[in-house]
Structure formats: structure tokens, C-alpha cells
């Protein structure tokens, strides 16, 4: 926050993101400079920028099908064997007329947070398969950036809570 601030006072562009440093190529005091000093052609930056546009797109493609993937493969599965295990600790314990109330607390956490994982993830995966449509390497970029990667946190989020648990 501190540089954001200097960088502010200074006058200084600052980019919230990868995606959004990318249209700096393009702007007319970057394509003047390169012109200028004999580097790069408009075109040629126009052509690094949508180069950039889609390794981003690609790469974060990648990154949420992979999440979607060990969620579904992998952290569900485990989670979903550790909720039935504790489950079944519940109930030896009620026959013996011993309170569980820790288990008890345990269920209820491990349940509502497998619950909002699983929600990121149908989420996810719908807007994975939404970004399949979109056809400008720009507005893929920033749909990935805007809102597929908020939702890879989402998601990550309570996974992250769950393996602290199971």
C-alpha cells in the first residue's frame, strides 16, 4: 500500500494487475517512445500485447482446470471420507452416552466449509467453460483476471481451512 501511495504522489501509472500493465503497450506515449527510438513498431507492440493477452488466458486457464480437477479428484474425495468417518465416531460415542460435542463441532465445520468449496467449484467450473466463448484474447485476459481468478480464491479459500482439519 505504501508504494501505491508514493507511486500516486509521484504521478506514476499503477497497475492493479498483470492484465491491466498489458495496455500499456499499447498507449500512445508507450508506441512513441518505441517509434522514436527506433525499437518496436505500433504493430509490434499491438502484437506483444495480444501475445501477452493470451499466454495470461492460457496459463490461468490451466491453473483453475487443475483446481476444479484436485477438487473434484482428490480434496473431495478425502473430504467427503473424513466427514463419514467422523460421522460414524459420533455415533459409537452417543451409544456409550458420552457427549461428542467436539466431533459434533467438528461435522458441522468440516460440512459447511466442504459445502461453500464445493459451491466455488461448480462456480469455477461454470465460468471456465463461459471464457471458452469469448473470442477477443483481450476480454479473455481480463475475464480470467476479473473474474475467474477472485473465484480460484473463493474456492481456495475453505480448502485451505479443510486441510488444517482433515
Given at each position: 500500500?505504501?508504494?501505491q501511495?508514493?507511486?500516486?504522489?509521484?504521478g506514476?501509472p499503477?497497475?492493479?494487475s498483470?492484465?491491466?500493465?498489458i495496455?500499456?503497450?499499447?498507449?500512445?506515449?508507450?508506441?512513441?517512445i518505441?517509434r522514436?527510438?527506433n525499437v518496436l513498431?505500433k504493430i509490434?507492440l499491438e502484437?506483444?500485447?495480444?501475445?501477452?493477452?493470451e499466454?495470461?488466458?492460457?496459463?490461468?486457464?490451466i491453473?483453475?482446470k487443475?483446481?476444479?480437477?484436485?477438487?473434484?479428484?482428490?480434496?473431495?474425495?478425502?473430504?467427503?471420507?473424513?466427514?463419514?468417518?467422523?460421522a460414524d465416531?459420533?455415533n459409537?460415542?452417543k451409544?456409550?452416552?458420552i457427549?461428542s460435542?467436539v466431533?459434533?463441532?467438528?461435522?458441522?465445520?468440516?460440512t459447511?466449509?466442504l459445502?461453500?468449496?464445493a459451491q466455488?467449484?461448480?462456480?469455477l467450473?461454470k465460468?471456465?467453460?463461459?471464457?471458452?466463448?469469448?473470442?477477443?484474447?483481450?476480454?479473455?485476459?481480463f475475464?480470467?483476471?476479473?473474474?475467474?481468478?477472485?473465484k480460484?480464491?473463493?474456492l481456495r479459500?475453505?480448502?485451505?481451512?479443510?486441510e488444517?482439519?482433515?
Amino acid at each position: 500500500v505504501e508504494w501505491q501511495e508514493e507511486a500516486k504522489r509521484r504521478g506514476l501509472p499503477n497497475a492493479k494487475s498483470f492484465v491491466d500493465a498489458i495496455e500499456a503497450l499499447t498507449s500512445d506515449k508507450t508506441i512513441e517512445i518505441f517509434r522514436r527510438q527506433n525499437v518496436l513498431s505500433k504493430i509490434e507492440l499491438e502484437s506483444r500485447s495480444e501475445i501477452h493477452y493470451e499466454a495470461y488466458s492460457k496459463v490461468t486457464n490451466i491453473e483453475a482446470k487443475t483446481m476444479i480437477d484436485m477438487f473434484n479428484r482428490q480434496y473431495q474425495p478425502a473430504i467427503i471420507s473424513y466427514i463419514t468417518a467422523l460421522a460414524d465416531s459420533i455415533n459409537k460415542v452417543k451409544k456409550c452416552g458420552i457427549n461428542s460435542y467436539v466431533q459434533d463441532n467438528l461435522l458441522v465445520k468440516c460440512t459447511n466449509l466442504l459445502n461453500e468449496a464445493a459451491q466455488a467449484n461448480e462456480e469455477l467450473t461454470k465460468l471456465v467453460d463461459e471464457a471458452k466463448d469469448i473470442n477477443s484474447l483481450q476480454e479473455k485476459a481480463f475475464f480470467f483476471n476479473q473474474r475467474i481468478v477472485p473465484k480460484m480464491a473463493e474456492l481456495r479459500t475453505p480448502v485451505d481451512k479443510l486441510e488444517e482439519i482433515v
